[in-house]
């Protein structure tokens, strides 16, 4: 699968630096095209992937991705921490969920947020 997302990111012309996650998320870092909006890419990487994924067959072909997402740009200096956070994931998220460590992203960066709204 992630290679997957990787190769829909490259089909988009933007160039993937590191695909990973766990069983409920993904992270992608990637350049972003000129030619693209950032929704537009994230709209098209969920619609081709669900697309396969749903192609597996049995239980798969009710998957589908939550509706929202979250999108950071990440600074030149902070590429390589951001590819060894990712490839980290199933060891790091041992120690807090997703979601708490989404809800304190947040609040660092002065976000405010519904939870009825961040989760579906």
């Given at each position: 699968?992630?290679?997957?997302?990787?190769?829909?990111?490259?089909?988009?012309?933007?160039?993937?630096?590191?695909?990973?996650?766990?069983?409920?998320?993904?992270?992608?870092?990637?350049?972003?095209?000129?030619?693209?909006?950032?929704?537009?890419?994230?709209?098209?990487?969920?619609?081709?992937?669900?697309?396969?994924i749903q192609e597996r067959?049995?239980?798969?072909?009710?998957?589908?991705?939550?509706?929202?997402?979250?999108?950071?740009?990440?600074?030149?200096?902070?590429?390589?921490?951001v590819i060894r956070y990712i490839e980290?994931?199933?060891?790091?998220?041992?120690?807090?969920?997703?979601?708490?460590?989404?809800?304190?992203?947040?609040?660092?960066?002065?976000?405010?947020?519904?939870?009825?709204?961040?989760?579906?």
């Amino acid at each position: 699968m992630h290679a997957y997302l990787g190769g829909c990111a490259k089909s988009l012309d933007c160039l993937p630096l590191q695909v990973g996650g766990v069983a409920d998320h993904v992270h992608l870092i990637t350049t972003l095209s000129r030619t693209i909006a950032i929704a537009e890419f994230v709209k098209e990487v969920k619609r081709v992937s669900t697309n396969w994924i749903q192609e597996r067959g049995g239980l798969l072909r009710q998957f589908h991705w939550q509706s929202g997402y979250g999108c950071f740009s990440v600074s030149e200096s902070k590429v390589a921490d951001v590819i060894r956070y990712i490839e980290n994931q199933p060891e790091h998220h041992r120690k807090v969920t997703f979601q708490d460590e989404y809800r304190e992203l947040l609040r660092r960066h002065g976000q405010s947020w519904d939870e009825a709204y961040v989760w579906d």
